[in-house]
């Protein structure tokens, strides 16, 4: 399945300290930046602690296919998507990236174009980055902070770019006067209008970013955030250089600052990377450039990708998703290929929301209701069972988001059938002894989501809670139908069928949009449950000028302890994918913040 | 998609018809059903394909009545790791002679059964449709002619312009989920019948604008003007009684294509919307999940099932066409 | 001698007539193409913002929402819209791509919402996979079909003769799918006579563009040369009983004559009209197959471009389509005013 890399915004963080502690990225080990755990043999799930194959040889063609498109663009300032987060760092250095290390250890930030974190001024409000001065594109050209501060120019122009995040037009601090009235008010008069619409074209227009010389980037913030670093590892702060944009068209060739760079791309058929001969493996610690040549196959038969990898004609499938069925069934039946296989959870959690405004579901007791009711076990089989589905969940936060902690409210894993007397009980104190009606939502082209909104039907049913199924097309899910609050309500929908991964992997970047009472927003809501806690609420405020590790993580498990008190989230799976590694692939590992094996390292025997 | 009804309308109906004169035409009516009924009788194949048929309607009437409800999942006929049914063949067993599904364990001797009732109601509201509205334009056009038959011709001319498949799965698109006061499935049949007849009916046109033209010259209709007979009147009672034959053939014929034509959007991903079944759908899943290459029987029971309603339509339409107009013979 | 000019060929006459009627339903055909893909889904209660809020990334906010509707032009009244489309087809367009106005040349199909690129090169780009693969099947199911129709209408009633029309039934009985889902299955995986099917370009490799072009081919094909058999075998034994048959056999003529230069080719005529008709339509046949295949042509560029609610694309792929129907129609008609005086009124 295509999975999306969904997040929002953020607004507040702290922690500068917690991004950047030592592991094998950050600096030192040069060229053969990513031996973060120690090598091993090939055994199941070996790559999701350890480097698999580890190895500096040089030479062959790597070869991915999708069995779709890049799901947005090539153009590291408008995608949204981790495969291509992954993906862009063969070829953009971003500010920060994430450490090149297998573990805990690779959802660290580590600076990356930058020579160290981001520093940030006393009132909270001005993030420093110097840049490494001996960077070049791959035309030769040295990077200069003005290539970092028009990439994020390019950000704010949301009618060429708009798929990207958008950070930076929201935490920076407005253009005037002007601008910051029509923020309060939902507007954008008087902004920054990006590059191309700025008369001062290519002549750095923007207020917010500041290049006092050629290796400083300066950014001004309209509000303490702390976990900016997490924003400038996002590949939107990788440099472009502005005489060589070609605004919607540079997704073609984005000029590259990585180990490799653009040969051919055609759209939605093939992607050519070769060698970028500029590239210094001494700036850049978190990539290897070891294959002679890289090709991206696109919209190939699900179906055959897996074939194609198992008889090693490929050696990545690009989504990082997981095998389909059958490859599933051939892998897991079998030693050898079961040996050269990862289970690494993606990051993804999968979860229904429980609607807290949606009668009778505005009662606690009928939401716990269907908390004991549903047959989790039924929910992770919908899901691809605990390979391709993943671990049962019974938090809010999957386990890889930093400061999560494994508590279980409503007997998830230990009753994963369900627990009717319980369920019944809750009915009861809800005021409906047998049962009620209500909707449940879902991606009606997410065969899953389909399967799983049955398997509630199913569960409820059992309790005599009545659910009547309401799918909807992708595309319009937020826009139109679960995300529109009104429509939600007039339709009586009580449980949406939804996933997330955050942006950052920490409890602001984790919760805010899909847990704030601020989030809920009229058209395009994330906050599908539309939960307005107040002690969630606080708590994610003060994530903004927190700096202490400990007391965020302590916060990060205190609202998702909330959240799950308030019955507002029923978690199905946190996502597991099955990877396999081809034998002939070297430097392999699951890189823990996208949860698929880390391409900017890979090699071939 | 093959055009629907390539075939060129034969341009005659059958001979008994010739020799009909006003004052016999009830009788002559009469008789040349029976002496179809007698040429159809013979042709076993037909006979075989037409009890299939009838076998399918009553299956897809009373069906969903007698099986189980296809939307239960059986997780415990599922292999919780590799979510595959349990047991050989997708789980057959005597509880489930077809097997169950992966992922789910719904039955899938009851999708099919249900799928057979979605499939047989898009194509015959499908096929009434095309054949309405082409019948009538095609009547019109015929009889009237001029620059009626000059409009309608060119507008027959455009629907055939339209690439009728490319044209409905984006229309299916394209559409929101609810709309035009419906919504879920009605929406979605009622797209599917729109598109598939709406863009069909210039087949139905033409050959039956055809047909008209030529009986609009013959002696019959000529002797009912000449004793004051209307335009309608002889419309109804003169021309259409002996248009019979092909809309009967061609609808016949029209169905199956409709059938195919309703699988392969399913197919698409934009026919009917689960978990209501559909055999196009079955099969759909079957591929995107990548089950039919470890649980064949998977895709291969809709498969058959398309086959053999789709095979029996068409014997069922030939023989017919055969037994109407005995020149088209095999 | 006057100084009158000479009347025109009939031939071109018609030819004349009939592009100029050609041209003209095309438009028709892209108005309404227009109307029901703008038009109806926003009689259906879509909204342009909702519209423009699909191409956008997550969450989207009411300024960028507002920006898209800009740069797609979706703010402005539909007939503006469509104006500015025909425009382009015609004259082309000026695109703002941010650092420079993109000039796309005519016939401009304008720019997917997507990924803000033009939509003709990527069709065109398409254009050698679908045409590889028409043109294959084609002439396998025209030959194929032809063959197998006249042996059964000359060998009536035989084994041979009930055996072929046996699989014909079955050809046209079978969805294209389901045909393409088991070929692929048993002749690339499970015995990889095909493996690896992908398109690679004629002019890169030749002996590797037809082999993985094979059972494509053979899978589209079969359908068709199903039809164009029963279609032939009927048309043979109509003709075959006709009074001019019997009159040459009896001057003696050989029964190859007969068969061929009397008989094949009198049932011949309404084969071609067909398969004037069918390949203008293949692009359905192609959608199936290039799926089930996951060949990059136009048939596969059709389903993404639904897939991503891509109006541009959608409207161009449909037009084109049109287009193909209409030509293949207008070349039907001009062989007939060409082969036969009578047609060219």
Same mark, same amino acid.
């Given at each position: 399945?295509?999975?999306?890399k969904t997040?929002?915004?953020?607004?507040?963080?702290?922690?500068?300290?917690?991004?950047?502690?030592?592991?094998?990225?950050?600096?030192?080990?040069?060229?053969?930046?990513?031996?973060?755990?120690?090598?091993?043999?090939?055994?199941?799930?070996?790559?999701?602690?350890?480097?698999?194959?580890?190895?500096?040889?040089?030479?062959?063609?790597?070869?991915?296919?999708s069995?779709?498109?890049?799901?947005?663009?090539?153009?590291?300032?408008?995608?949204?998507?981790?495969?291509?987060?992954?993906?862009?760092?063969l070829?953009?250095?971003?500010?920060?990236?994430?450490?090149?290390?297998?573990?805990?250890?690779?959802?660290?930030?580590?600076?990356?174009?930058?020579?160290?974190?981001?520093?940030?001024?006393?009132?909270?409000?001005?993030?420093?980055?110097?840049?490494?001065?001996?960077?070049?594109?791959?035309?030769?050209?040295?990077?200069?902070?003005?290539?970092?501060?028009?990439?994020?120019?390019?950000?704010?122009?949301?009618?060429?770019?708009?798929?990207?995040?958008?950070?930076?037009?929201?935490?920076?601090?407005?253009?005037?006067?002007?601008?910051?009235?029509?923020?309060?008010?939902?507007?954008?008069?008087?902004?920054?209008?990006?590059?191309?619409?700025?008369?001062?074209?290519?002549?750095?227009?923007?207020?917010?970013?500041?290049?006092?010389?050629?290796?400083?980037?300066?950014?001004?913030?309209?509000?303490?955030?702390?976990?900016?670093?997490?924003?400038?590892?996002?590949?939107?702060?990788?440099?472009?250089?502005?005489?060589?944009?070609?605004?919607?068209?540079?997704?073609?060739?984005?000029?590259?600052?990585?180990?490799?760079?653009?040969?051919?791309?055609?759209?939605?058929?093939?992607l050519?990377?070769?060698?970028?001969?500029?590239?210094?493996?001494?700036?850049?610690?978190?990539?290897?450039?070891?294959?002679?040549?890289?090709?991206?196959?696109?919209?190939?038969?699900?179906?055959?990708?897996?074939?194609?990898?198992?008889?090693?004609?490929?050696?990545?499938?690009?989504?990082?998703?997981?095998?389909?069925?059958?490859?599933?069934?051939?892998?897991?039946?079998?030693?050898?290929?079961?040996?050269?296989?990862?289970?690494?959870?993606?990051?993804?959690?999968?979860?229904?929301t429980?609607?807290?405004?949606?009668?009778?579901?505005?009662?606690?007791?009928?939401?716990?209701?269907?908390?004991?009711?549903?047959?989790?076990?039924?929910?992770?089989?919908?899901?691809?069972?605990?390979?391709?589905?993943? &671990?049962?969940?019974?938090?809010?936060?999957?386990?890889?988001?930093?400061?999560?902690?494994?508590?279980?409210?409503?007997?998830?894993?230990?009753?994963?059938?369900?627990?009717?007397?319980?369920?019944?009980?809750?009915?009861?104190?809800?005021?409906?002894?047998?049962?009620f009606?209500?909707?449940?939502?879902?991606r009606?082209?997410?065969?899953?989501?389909?399967?799983?909104?049955?398997?509630?039907?199913?569960?409820?049913?059992?309790?005599?809670?009545?659910?009547t199924?309401?799918?909807?097309?992708?595309?319009?899910?937020?826009?139109?139908?679960a995300?529109?609050?009104?429509?939600?309500?007039?339709?009586?929908?009580?449980? &949406?069928v939804?996933?997330?991964?955050?942006?950052?992997?920490?409890?602001?970047?984790?919760?805010?949009?899909?847990?704030?009472?601020?989030?809920?927003?009229?058209?395009?809501?994330?906050?599908?449950?539309?939960?307005?806690?107040?002690?969630?609420?606080s708590?994610?405020?003060?994530?903004?000028?927190?700096?202490?590790?400990?007391?965020?993580?302590?916060?990060?498990?205190?609202?998702?302890?909330?959240?799950?008190?308030?019955?507002?989230?029923?978690?199905?799976?946190?996502?597991?994918?099955?990877?396999?590694?081809?034998?002939?692939?070297?430097?392999?590992?699951?890189?823990?913040?996208?949860?698929?094996?880390?391409?900017?390292?890979?090699?071939?025997? | 998609?093959?055009?629907?009804?390539?075939?060129?309308?034969?341009?005659?109906?059958? %001979?008994?018809?010739?020799?009909?004169?006003?004052s016999?035409?009830a009788?002559e009516?009469?008789?040349?059903?029976?002496?179809?009924?007698?040429?159809?009788?013979?042709?076993?194949?037909?006979?075989?394909?037409?009890?299939?048929?009838?076998?399918?309607?009553?299956?897809?009437?009373?069906?969903?009545?007698?099986?189980?409800?296809?939307?239960?999942?059986h997780?415990?006929?599922?292999?919780?790791?590799?979510?595959?049914?349990?047991?050989?063949?997708?789980?057959?067993?005597?509880?489930?002679?077809?097997?169950?599904?992966?992922?789910?364990?719904?039955?899938?001797?009851?999708?099919?059964?249900?799928?057979?009732?979605?499939?047989?109601?898009?194509?015959?509201?499908?096929?009434?449709?095309?054949?309405?509205?082409?019948?009538v334009?095609?009547?019109?056009?015929?009889?009237?002619?001029?620059?009626?038959?000059?409009?309608?011709?060119?507008?027959?001319?455009?629907?055939?312009?339209?690439?009728?498949?490319?044209?409905?799965?984006?229309?299916?698109?394209?559409?929101?989920?609810?709309?035009?006061?419906?919504?879920?499935?009605?929406?979605?049949?009622?797209?599917?019948?729109?598109?598939?007849?709406f863009?069909?009916?210039?087949?139905?046109?033409?050959?039956?604008?055809?047909?008209t033209?030529?009986?609009?010259?013959?002696?019959?209709?000529?002797?009912a003007?000449?004793?004051?007979?209307?335009?309608?009147?002889?419309?109804?009672?003169?021309?259409?009684?002996?248009?019979?034959?092909?809309i009967?053939?061609?609808?016949?014929?029209?169905?199956?294509?409709?059938?195919?034509?309703?699988?392969?959007?399913?197919?698409?991903?934009?026919?009917?919307?689960?978990?209501? %079944?559909?055999?196009?759908?079955?099969?759909?899943?079957?591929?995107?999940?990548?089950?039919?290459?470890?649980?064949?029987?998977?895709?291969?029971? %809709?498969?058959?099932?398309?086959?053999i309603?789709?095979?029996a339509?068409?014997?069922?339409?030939?023989?017919?066409?055969?037994?109407?107009?005995?020149?088209?013979?095999? | 001698?006057?100084?009158?000019?000479?009347?025109?060929h009939?031939?071109i006459?018609?030819?004349v007539?009939?592009?100029?009627?050609?041209?003209?339903?095309?438009?028709?055909?892209?108005?309404?193409?227009?109307?029901?893909?703008?038009?109806?889904?926003?009689l259906?209660?879509?909204?342009?913002?909702?519209?423009? @809020?699909?191409?956008?990334?997550r969450?989207?906010?009411?300024?960028?929402?507002?920006?898209?509707?800009?740069?797609?032009?979706?703010?402005?009244?539909?007939?503006?819209?469509?104006?500015?489309?025909?425009?382009?087809?015609?004259?082309?367009?000026?695109?703002?791509?941010?650092? @420079?106005?993109?000039? *796309?040349?005519?016939? *401009?199909?304008?720019?997917s919402?997507?990924?803000?690129?033009?939509?003709?090169?990527?069709?065109?780009?398409?254009?050698?996979?679908?045409?590889?693969?028409?043109?294959?099947?084609?002439?396998?199911?025209?030959?194929?079909?032809?063959?197998?129709?006249?042996?059964?209408?000359?060998?009536?009633?035989?084994?041979?003769?009930?055996?072929?029309?046996?699989?014909?039934?079955?050809?046209?009985?079978?969805?294209?799918?389901?045909?393409?889902?088991?070929?692929?299955?048993?002749?690339?995986?499970?015995?990889?006579?095909?493996?690896?099917?992908?398109?690679?370009?004629?002019?890169?490799?030749?002996?590797?563009?037809?082999?993985?072009?094979?059972?494509?081919?053979?899978?589209?094909?079969?359908?068709?040369?199903?039809?164009?058999?029963?279609?032939?075998?009927?048309?043979?034994?109509?003709?075959?009983?006709?009074?001019?048959?019997?009159?040459?056999?009896?001057?003696?003529?050989?029964?190859r004559?007969?068969?061929?230069?009397?008989?094949?080719r009198a049932?011949?005529?309404?084969?071609?009209?067909i398969?004037?008709?069918?390949?203008?339509?293949?692009?359905?046949?192609?959608?199936?197959?290039?799926?089930?295949?996951?060949?990059?042509?136009?048939?596969?560029?059709?389903?993404?471009?639904?897939?991503?609610?891509?109006?541009?694309?959608?409207?161009?792929?449909?037009?084109?389509?049109?287009?193909?129907?209409?030509?293949?129609?207008?070349?039907?008609?001009?062989?007939?005013?060409?082969?036969?005086?009578?047609?060219?009124?």
């Amino acid at each position: 399945m295509r999975t999306r890399k969904t997040i929002g915004l953020a607004a507040i963080g702290a922690a500068a300290a917690l991004a950047l502690a030592a592991c094998g990225g950050s600096g030192g080990s040069g060229g053969s930046g990513g031996g973060g755990g120690t090598a091993t043999k090939a055994s199941f799930n070996a790559g999701v602690t350890h480097v698999v194959n580890p190895s500096n040889h040089k030479g062959g063609t790597l070869n991915f296919a999708s069995s779709s498109g890049i799901p947005d663009s090539a153009d590291p300032g408008n995608t949204y998507y981790a495969q291509m987060w992954n993906l862009t760092r063969l070829y953009a250095m971003p500010l920060m990236t994430y450490a090149s290390c297998p573990g805990p250890c690779g959802l660290k930030v580590v600076p990356d174009l930058a020579t160290g974190p981001g520093v940030v001024s006393n009132n909270g409000l001005t993030w420093t980055y110097h840049i490494q001065p001996n960077v070049h594109f791959e035309d030769g050209t040295l990077v200069t902070s003005q290539d970092v501060k028009y990439a994020v120019e390019r950000t704010f122009d949301r009618s060429k770019f708009p798929l990207g995040p958008g950070y930076y037009p929201s935490l920076l601090a407005p253009q005037n006067a002007t601008c910051a009235k029509a923020m309060a008010a939902g507007k954008t008069t008087g902004c920054y209008p990006g590059p191309y619409v700025d008369r001062s074209k290519n002549l750095m227009g923007l207020n917010a970013v500041q290049t006092p010389n050629s290796t400083t980037v300066v950014f001004h913030l309209a509000k303490p955030f702390a976990d900016f670093n997490y924003v400038t590892a996002i590949p939107q702060s990788a440099p472009v250089p502005p005489n060589k944009d070609t605004g919607a068209n540079y997704q073609l060739h984005p000029i590259s600052t990585g180990p490799y760079m653009f040969q051919s791309y055609q759209i939605n058929k093939q992607l050519t990377m070769v060698p970028n001969p500029h590239w210094n493996p001494a700036t850049d610690p978190n990539a290897k450039q070891l294959p002679s040549k890289i090709v991206l196959t696109f919209n190939v038969n699900p179906n055959d990708v897996d074939n194609r990898l198992l008889a090693g004609d490929i050696q990545v499938d690009l989504p990082g998703t997981g095998v389909q069925a059958a490859a599933r069934t051939k892998i897991l039946t079998s030693n050898s290929l079961k040996a050269q296989s990862d289970n690494p959870v993606s990051g993804f959690e999968w979860f229904m929301t429980l609607n807290n405004k949606v009668p009778p579901m505005n009662n606690i007791h009928c939401r716990m209701a269907v908390e004991y009711a549903a047959n989790k076990t039924n929910n992770q089989t919908a899901y691809g069972g605990p390979y391709a589905g993943g &671990t049962i969940g019974s938090t809010a936060a999957p386990p890889n988001v930093v400061g999560q902690k494994h508590f279980d409210l409503y007997e998830a894993t230990t009753k994963s059938q369900g627990d009717l007397t319980k369920a019944k009980q809750q009915l009861q104190a809800c005021g409906h002894p047998n049962g009620f009606s209500t909707g449940i939502t879902y991606r009606s082209d997410r065969p899953k989501e389909v399967s799983v909104a049955q398997a509630m039907q199913a569960a409820l049913a059992r309790v005599g809670i009545k659910l009547t199924l309401h799918g909807f097309p992708t595309a319009s899910y937020t826009s139109n139908f679960a995300g529109v609050p009104n429509y939600v309500h007039s339709h009586d929908l009580g449980i &949406t069928v939804y996933g997330w991964a955050p942006d950052w992997p920490d409890g602001y970047g984790e919760f805010y949009y899909i847990a704030d009472g601020a989030a809920i927003s009229p058209v395009g809501n994330t906050n599908l449950g539309e939960l307005n806690d107040p002690l969630v609420n606080s708590l994610l405020g003060k994530f903004a000028t927190e700096n202490s590790a400990t007391v965020r993580n302590s916060y990060t498990s205190q609202i998702d302890m909330q959240i799950m008190k308030d019955a507002a989230f029923l978690p199905i799976v946190y996502a597991k994918a099955l990877l396999y590694r081809p034998s002939n692939l070297t430097n392999v590992y699951v890189q823990p913040f996208y949860g698929m094996y880390n391409y900017a390292v890979l090699g071939l025997k | 998609m093959a055009a629907p009804l390539d075939v060129a309308p034969s341009g005659d109906v059958a %001979p008994e018809a010739m020799l009909s004169g006003i004052s016999a035409k009830a009788i002559e009516g009469r008789s040349l059903g029976q002496i179809a009924w007698l040429r159809l009788r013979r042709d076993k194949v037909a006979m075989a394909g037409g009890a299939v048929v009838i076998f399918l309607i009553l299956v897809a009437i009373f069906g969903p009545f007698l099986v189980q409800n296809p939307d239960i999942y059986h997780a415990n006929l599922i292999n919780p790791t590799l979510s595959r049914p349990n047991g050989p063949f997708g789980g057959i067993s005597v509880a489930h002679p077809f097997g169950v599904e992966p992922v789910t364990g719904r039955d899938v001797l009851s999708r099919i059964v249900n799928g057979a009732r979605v499939s047989l109601l898009i194509a015959f509201l499908a096929t009434a449709l095309a054949v309405s509205i082409g019948v009538v334009m095609g009547i019109i056009a015929g009889y009237v002619g001029g620059w009626v038959d000059g409009v309608i011709a060119r507008s027959m001319d455009v629907f055939l312009a339209f690439p009728l498949l490319v044209f409905a799965i984006a229309l299916v698109g394209v559409i929101p989920s609810s709309a035009f006061g419906l919504s879920g499935n009605s929406l979605r049949i009622g797209l599917l019948v729109f598109v598939i007849g709406f863009f069909a009916w210039p087949y139905m046109g033409r050959i039956i604008r055809g047909q008209t033209l030529s009986l609009r010259e013959r002696e019959f209709v000529d002797a009912a003007r000449s004793i004051g007979a209307r335009g309608p009147y002889i419309l109804f009672r003169e021309l259409l009684p002996n248009l019979v034959a092909p809309i009967l053939v061609y609808s016949t014929l029209l169905i199956p294509t409709n059938i195919l034509f309703e699988a392969a959007l399913s197919y698409l991903g934009v026919g009917i919307i689960p978990p209501t %079944p559909s055999w196009g759908g079955m099969i759909s899943d079957a591929v995107n999940s990548g089950f039919y290459s470890i649980d064949p029987m998977y895709m291969i029971i %809709p498969g058959l099932a398309i086959f053999i309603t789709v095979m029996a339509f068409n014997l069922f339409g030939d023989g017919l066409r055969d037994a109407l107009d005995p020149r088209s013979s095999r | 001698m006057t100084a009158r000019a000479p009347a025109p060929h009939p031939v071109i006459t018609f030819i004349v007539r009939r592009l100029i009627a050609t041209v003209f339903l095309l438009i028709v055909v892209s108005m309404i193409t227009f109307a029901i893909f703008f038009l109806l889904p926003r009689l259906a209660g879509q909204t342009t913002r909702g519209l423009a @809020s699909q191409y956008i990334g997550r969450n989207p906010t009411p300024a960028a929402v507002h920006a898209i509707e800009q740069q797609l032009g979706l703010d402005a009244p539909l007939p503006v819209q469509y104006g500015r489309f025909l425009r382009g087809i015609v004259l082309g367009e000026h695109f703002n791509a941010g650092t @420079s106005k993109a000039y *796309c040349p005519p016939p *401009c199909f304008g720019y997917s919402f997507k990924n803000q690129q033009p939509v003709w090169p990527m069709m065109v780009s398409g254009l050698p996979v679908t045409i590889s693969l028409a043109a294959g099947a084609a002439i396998l199911w025209l030959v194929g079909g032809v063959a197998i129709g006249v042996i059964s209408a000359l060998r009536r009633g035989t084994l041979f003769d009930r055996f072929s029309m046996g699989v014909a039934l079955a050809g046209v009985s079978l969805p294209i799918f389901f045909t393409g889902l088991i070929a692929l299955e048993l002749f690339s995986y499970k015995w990889p006579i095909f493996p690896n099917v992908q398109f690679v370009p004629f002019t890169q490799n030749p002996l590797l563009w037809a082999r993985n072009l094979v059972l494509p081919w053979i899978v589209l094909a079969f359908l068709y040369a199903a039809l164009y058999a029963r279609l032939t075998r009927a048309g043979m034994l109509e003709t075959m009983s006709e009074d001019y048959i019997r009159t040459a056999r009896a001057k003696g003529l050989p029964e190859r004559t007969v068969i061929f230069k009397h008989g094949l080719r009198a049932a011949l005529t309404p084969i071609v009209t067909i398969f004037g008709m069918d390949i203008g339509l293949l692009l359905g046949g192609a959608i199936l197959t290039e799926v089930t295949f996951s060949l990059h042509g136009l048939g596969l560029f059709t389903v993404e471009a639904i897939q991503n609610q891509d109006l541009p694309e959608i409207l161009g792929v449909t037009l084109l389509a049109a287009f193909f129907i209409v030509i293949a129609n207008l070349v039907v008609d001009v062989l007939y005013a060409v082969v036969d005086p009578r047609v060219r009124r």
